[in-house]
């Protein structure tokens, strides 16, 4: 059983660039979520869905684009990467939204 | 909003020792609340739960109990191991479709 599984875990960008982050789970979980973290900040919420066909913004949306085409993948895209987007990013998912999430192993990012 | 603040870490302990981890919340409503540990290198594992007033959650001889009238959640265990060095997570939930965390706290166990 893989979990949530997210590629690449590790990328460098320059500005300007684009790129998507994939994050996919085999557990059949409605609820998935992208979390970016930075030092002294814990983790805040850029995008999440509730399931296929329905996304909403979190915490932190500015820059992000999401799609949740089927239960299992939430790729989160980066449209036009700028050096306030260097950060680790970690996309998770649950049943519910309520329930203890799911975490994939995260995906280091670093734009210069 | 609803918000979690944790102790600022890093927490330096040596083998054996008694771990306290503090976390208070503000919420409107009634979370439930949640510890995560982010081990090197990964993404975050459930560390334990609970869901009302007075629950307590437990596993690997970590414990943390849902108290209400004061808004806490605090992380404790009785003889912290060099394993257990990490980053906790406190984090509440309501029915908002969001998971808020607090910033992290580090843990540091030395032999």
């Known amino acids: 059983n893989a979990g949530v599984t997210q590629t690449p875990k590790f990328q460098v960008l320059k500005t300007g660039q684009s790129m998507t982050l994939q994050c996919a789970q085999d557990?059949?979980?409605?609820?998935m979520s992208w979390y970016r973290q930075d030092p002294g900040m814990g983790l805040r919420l850029i995008h999440y869905?509730?399931?296929?066909?329905?996304?909403d913004q979190g915490e932190v949306p500015n820059g992000y684009n999401v799609s949740r085409s089927t239960t299992e993948d939430f790729p989160l895209r980066l449209l036009s990467a700028a050096p306030s987007q260097t950060s680790v990013y970690f996309c998770?998912?649950?049943?519910?939204?309520?329930?203890?999430?799911?975490f994939g192993d995260g995906t280091r990012l670093s734009i210069l | 909003g609803d918000s979690v603040t944790q102790m600022e870490g890093p927490v330096t302990l040596s083998e054996e020792a008694f771990l306290t981890i503090n976390c208070t919340y503000t919420?409107?409503?009634?979370?439930?609340l949640f510890w995560y540990v982010q081990y090197p290198g990964e993404g975050l594992q459930l560390l334990l739960k609970?869901?009302?007033?007075?629950d307590k959650g437990s596993n690997k001889g970590f414990e943390a109990t849902y108290r209400k009238e004061t808004t806490s959640f605090h992380l404790e265990k009785g003889s912290v191991q060099v394993s257990d060095s990490a980053v906790y997570f406190c984090?509440?939930?309501?029915?908002?479709?969001?998971?808020?965390f607090g910033t992290g706290t580090r843990l540091q166990v030395f032999p």
């Open positions: 984090a509440l939930s309501q029915n908002t479709d969001k998971l808020i």
């Open positions: 557990m059949n979980h409605e609820y």
């Open positions: 919420a409107t409503g009634y979370p439930s």
């Open positions: 869905s509730v399931g296929a066909g329905i996304t």
């Open positions: 609970a869901t009302k007033a007075d």
């Open positions: 998770a998912s649950s049943y519910f939204s309520n329930q203890p999430q799911h």
